[in-house]
Structures are given as structure tokens and as C-alpha cells.
């Protein structure tokens, strides 16, 4: 069925009964063409690109739960491509681009809102930082504007201006940076990835690989079954070091925990994205009203899905610094997701050295907006058997060869980036 | 999440600073070992980048900043938060290890 106005109209005078279920429930075949490991945001959009963009049908993914019952459901929702590094500015510029034009080639509403991102500055430094990010962005054709104290003002009169600690001086803003609905994306592709012919397995993890004698992936076991493949993607985020401990594979890897929150719903009072320059605290408000907000990872290695009481505690002294009448909300909702963070920050998207086996992981807490970008990029690999050009950096020999992108300049440690 | 330091007794986390997996063992080659340059670098690209990354008990590096400042070694969880044993880091101190709960 198109989703269109007159569907709903028709629709609504029939009393909403004549909606059909968006996707199939399949059982698994014996074999495909490829197997996705992971129904998130990220396996889901990877299955539709290799069936609309380049033609491989015979497609399953695999998922061990419910679909987006991982990080895609746990993210704050936040798109933007306002990255400073070759690799990453490219890509995620991709990424916003597919963001843009994702309803109408999906045929379904993701609430995509370009509301606007605005990360503000405190310090004469950090305000060089930012104009030079900022410089970066407008010659690869990316928008950004640097703006100054007066001139947010205007637009977020409610932020602490004259903190004597941390003055906000002004911020770098991306007017084409904005939310989606996290949860409409992971349908949206599911539906318009089943609609040309792509099995979606629910409640089907893989236990196991299948290989045959040179080593080659040629399958996987699953709870239901043993599933034959010409080849397996991977992408499962934070549980991928134990995808890949099963076909033996060590990876520059490691799964920490990311709190996020929303408050209970006000009226709307913030107009897009805004993030606090001084600690790490992100904050948009839902079109439900609730204000959605997170700040950094809880720090040790977690695959619990939930986190503690002292980054709860830093993320409100952050939200409190930034925009003191947040004090007046009470928290509604809290949880974790568990973050694939790679050594240097930044993605990898790569064959493996084992045949048959692709990988695309290590999207630290910045893989909701990659969604678009990271499905395209991974069926190219998948299809082609070659890097996608936009993903042609995001290697896994890079830490090998010394060819890091760490955006940040963390180094080596995982739960800095 | 509590721990319980063996100098300070049970503390919550905010006091203590993470560093990461314990088990990694820094490589350490003689100058004179006569190891090809490429088995050096792989095994300083082991060290550095590459994480088992366990779903489950794992030695782990603590600091606790906000207490003894001695550096300490857990076991510990990644699946449940739950510790089992924390001890001194070996050449810090000669605290005896302390079980979890106790």
C-alpha cells in the first residue's frame, strides 16, 4: 500500500480498518544472496540500498530481538554532517543529503526536521576551533554560520549568557542539521526494504558462522536454523567484538554505555539542537514536548544497557549550567545503549580479513545520523566488493597503517572519543 | 555501581576514573632480539588497538581519584556491573584483595 493523503483520507473514512501490516514476518529460506546481521537502523537501510540501488533482492536480515529495539531506538535522535576531517566530512554530508530526500524515496514520514544545530562556544580558543570547523564545512559545500552572542539571543533567549565560568560568547550553527523520528526510520526501511523482496527474520539471532574448509563465511546458525549465504554483513553495533569473536576475529573495538533522557513534555520551548560547549550536554525538545537530552558515556566497558548515578548527575549539572530554568522539569525517562566505540572515534566499514564476512561498525554515539549514509556505503561494499568512495578511509587496517581519524584527538582510548 | 576499594572500603564510582582492559601486556622486545620490524609492529598494533572486549568477568583498571589515588585492578561484570574481586595494581601497594559484598 502507498502512503499518501488519500490513503489516509480513505482510510479514516473507513474507520482506520483497512491498514495492512507495513512488512512481512517470513520464515527464513535456506539461502540468500546476503545476510545482514543486525535489524537496526543501520541493517535495515543496507538491505534497501542493495535492493534498490544495486539490484541484490535475495536478502535477509537478521535480527535477534525486535527491529530498532537497539541503539536506533535509544539514540536523541540528532542528524547533522558539521564534522571537520577529511573522510567524515564527506560522508556525513552523504548522509544529511539521503536525510533530506529519505520520505519521499521511502514513501514514508520520518518526521525529518531540520530544525537547526547550534553548538555554542565559551573561549576565545574555542571559538578559533569552531570558525575554522565551521571554514572546513563551507568549502566542501556543507552550511555553517558562526554566530555571536547577540545574535543567538535572539533566537535562544533562555541559555545562561553571563555565566562568569563558562559566558557563552556565540556557537557554530548548521540550519540544515535537525531530528528525525529514530523509530520511523527503522520502519520506514524495513517496509519500503520489504517491499523489493528483502526477508526481515525477527527473533533470529546468530549463534554461530558457517565455513567451509578454506575458511570462507559461507553461512550462519541461527535459533532458527542453519542459513546459507554468498556473504554475511555485520551490523551490530555494540555487540559486534562478540559477532566477531565467533568467526575468531579481534577488532580495534570496545562497547561502553551511553545514558540518554527526556523530560516530562512542556510547551515548545527549544527550536532545534543546542549543545553546551563547556562539559558535553545535548538537548532538543520531541514534537511530543519532552525535552530529549544526553552528555558522555559512562566510561567502563558495559553490555548492560543501563548506566549509573554520576553521569546522570554530570549530564543535569551540564543541562543546569547551560539553561538553568531546565531545574523546573522533572526527568521522565532515562535508559543506556551500548556503543560500538572504535579506537579512534570514527567508523569502519570494511571486507574482513576473513572471506565472505563484511563489517560496518565502530559508530561510537554518533550512528543515528550515519543511518542513510552507512546503508548506502555498506551495500556498495556489499555489491561491489570495493569501498564506496565516500567510505573509502573508513578502513580497518587504518589503525595498522597509522591513517587514524580522530576528530576529537583522544588517541587510543576508547572512552574519550 | 559501587566499589569497593581495598585501601578506602566501599565507595561509589563517580570517585574512581576508568582506564580500560587490564590483560593487554605492553610488548617488549630486546634490541637485539632480532625480531623482524614486522612482527614488532604487530605486536604493538595488538597492544595498542586490538580489545577482546568480554561480555563478562573482565580485569579492569580503576583509579581512584577521589579517594586513595592508588591505581587498582577489578574484576568485574560488563554484563551485569557486578564485582568480584578488587585489588591494588601490582607494584602499588600490598593491599590483600577484598571479595565484593564484603
Known sequence: ?417 | MRIACPFCGERENGEFTYLGDASPKRPNFAADSGESPERVEDAFYDYVYLRDNVAGFMREYWYHGGGCRSWLIAERNTVTHEFRSVIAAPGVGAANPVQAGE
Open chain 1, 1 to 417: 500500500m502507498k502512503y499518501s493523503i488519500f490513503s489516509l483520507a480513505k482510510a479514516a473514512l473507513s474507520g482506520h480498518k483497512g491498514w495492512t501490516r507495513a512488512w512481512r514476518d517470513p520464515a527464513p529460506k535456506s539461502h540468500y544472496d546476503v545476510i545482514i546481521i543486525g535489524g537496526g537502523g543501520h541493517g535495515l537501510a543496507t538491505a534497501y540500498f542493495l535492493a534498490n540501488e544495486y539490484g541484490i533482492r535475495n536478502v535477509a536480515v537478521l535480527e535477534k530481538g525486535w527491529i530498532g529495539s537497539g541503539n536506533a531506538g535509544r539514540n536523541t535522535t540528532i542528524i547533522r554532517s558539521n564534522y571537520g576531517l577529511p573522510g567524515n566530512t564527506g560522508f556525513y554530508e552523504m548522509s544529511m543529503k539521503l536525510w533530506e530526500r529519505m520520505e519521499q524515496d521511502l514513501n514514508y514520514n520520518a518526521m525529518v526536521s531540520q530544525r537547526g544545530i547550534i553548538n555554542l562556544y565559551h573561549s576565545d580558543a574555542q571559538r578559533d576551533a569552531f570558525a575554522r570547523r565551521g571554514n572546513t564545512m563551507r568549502i566542501n559545500g556543507i552550511d555553517a554560520e558562526l554566530l555571536d552572542a547577540v545574535q543567538i539571543r535572539k533566537e535562544l533567549p533562555f541559555l545562561n549568557y553571563d555565566s562568569p565560568r563558562f559566558p557563552i560568547m556565540g556557537g557554530l550553527m548548521q540550519r540544515r542539521g535537525g531530528t528525525a523520528r529514530h523509530d520511523a526510520v527503522v520502519w520506514g526501511y524495513a517496509r519500503a526494504a520489504d517491499q523489493r523482496g528483502v526477508d526481515i527474520i525477527q527473533n533470529c539471532e546468530v549463534t554461530g558462522f558457517v565455513r567451509d574448509p578454506n575458511g570462507k563465511i559461507t553461512g550462519v546458525e541461527t535459533s532458527r536454523g542453519k542459513i546459507s549465504a554468498g556473504k554475511v554483513g555485520m551490523a551490530v553495533a555494540g555487540n559486534t567484538s562478540r559477532v566477531a569473536a565467533m568467526a575468531g576475529m579481534k577488532l580495534p573495538i570496545e562497547s561502553h554505555v551511553l545514558q540518554a533522557f527526556v523530560s516530562e513534555a512542556i510547551k515548545p520551548l527549544i527550536p532545534g539542537v543546542i549543545t553546551f560547549g563547556a562539559g558535553h550536554f545535548y538537548i532538543s525538545q520531541s514534537d511530543k514536548g519532552g525535552l530529549v537530552f544526553g552528555g558522555d558515556l559512562d566510561g567502563y566497558n558495559s553490555y548492560a544497557q543501563r548506566g549509573n548515578m554520576p553521569v546522570v548527575e554530570d549530564v543535569c549539572e551540564g543541562g543546569m549550567a547551560v539553561m538553568p530554568m531546565i531545574g523546573r522539569v522533572r526527568m521522565l525517562r532515562q535508559w543506556g545503549g551500548i556503543m560500538d566505540m572504535s579506537m579512534d572515534g570514527t567508523p569502519i566499514i570494511d571486507k574482513t580479513p576473513i572471506d565472505g564476512l563484511y563489517l560496518n561498525a565502530g559508530w561510537c554515539y554518533g550512528g543515528f545520523k550515519a543511518t542513510p549514509a552507512s546503508g548506502l556505503v555498506f551495500a556498495h561494499l556489499l555489491a561491489r566488493d570495493e569501498p564506496h568512495p565516500e567510505a573509502a578511509r573508513f578502513r580497518l587496517d587504518r589503525f595498522r597503517r597509522g591513517a587514524m581519524i580522530d576528530e576529537k584527538g583522544q588517541g587510543a582510548q576508547p572512552n574519550l572519543h
